[in-house]
T-cell receptor, first 114, second 116 residues
Framework: AQKVTQAQTEISVVEKEDVTLDCVYE???????LFWYKQPPSGELVFLIR??????QNEISGRYSWNFQKSTSSFNFTITASQVVDSAVYFC???????????FGAGTRLFVKA | GAVVSQHPSWVICKSGTSVKIECRSL??????MFWYRQFPKQSLMLMAT?????????EQGVEKDKFLINHASLTLSTLTVTSAHPEDSSFYIC????????????FGPGTRLTVL
């Protein structure tokens, strides 16, 4: 069965600190897709990244970076030099090729204090 | 690109009435749309998957007679909450994707439903 675990319920950091959000997933499929979404207080989900299971290259986009490790079934997200505007709930999600369903983790609420 | 809209953004209704929520893909054709429900401080729970022109597939535990989904065109899906009750109060979010399983889902801004 598919499962996404985000063990960190809430994280609080001070502005300019680096922060890593953890994501561990479970799937029996060899082909699958992983996603990160940001949900600010307004509620609208913002797509951040999609990674397929065959691409283990880490990715960097500005202050954001992602570390995908199949050996540990993890897809962690790091924000460098955090800013107050980064305060939001971040969801990790998994979709396998068995269907269209995307399974979301419980989310990690990030508070960045000025 | 890849914009999904929802209308209304919030709605308050009396218990026993029905509420319709629209989800539109504005700049792409969505062969598949999804409806999620999110309670405060919780994750998104998939309610149903709908493909244009066919009946929606509901997740286990979701009452299809209570949550009516119509995906009439490639750009519009509607969710009707029938005979709403206070426990139906929630944040309803739709998403859309163009086709294949590899496609990214794009989410609407959500509709906050409050049933009095």
């Amino acid at each position: 069965a598919q499962k996404v675990t985000q063990a960190q319920t809430e994280i609080s950091v001070v502005e300019k600190e680096d922060v890593t959000l953890d994501c561990v997933y479970e799937t029996r499929d060899t082909t699958y897709y992983l996603f990160w979404y940001k949900q600010p207080p307004s509620g609208e989900l913002v797509f951040l990244i999609r990674r397929n299971s065959f691409d283990e290259q880490n990715e960097i986009s500005g202050r954001y970076s992602w570390n995908f490790q199949k050996s540990t079934s993890s897809f962690n997200f790091t924000i460098t030099a955090s800013q107050v505007v980064d305060s939001a709930v971040y969801f990790c999600a998994l979709r396998d090729t068995g269907g269209f369903k995307t399974i979301f983790g419980a989310g990690t609420r990030l508070f960045v204090k000025a | 690109g890849a914009v999904v809209s929802q209308h209304p953004s919030w709605v308050i209704c009396k218990s026993g009435t029905s509420v319709k929520i629209e989800c539109r893909s504005l700049d792409f054709q969505a062969t598949t749309m999804f409806w999620y429900r999110q309670f405060p401080k919780q994750s998104l729970m998939l309610m149903a998957t709908s493909n244009e022109g066919s009946k929606a597939t509901y997740e286990q535990g979701v009452e299809k007679d209570k949550f009516l989904i119509n995906h009439a065109s490639l750009t519009l899906s509607t969710l009707t909450v029938t005979s709403a009750h206070p426990e139906d109060s929630s944040f309803y979010i739709c998403s859309a994707q163009t086709g294949g399983r590899a496609d990214t889902q794009y989410f609407g801004p959500g509709t906050r439903l409050t049933v009095l």
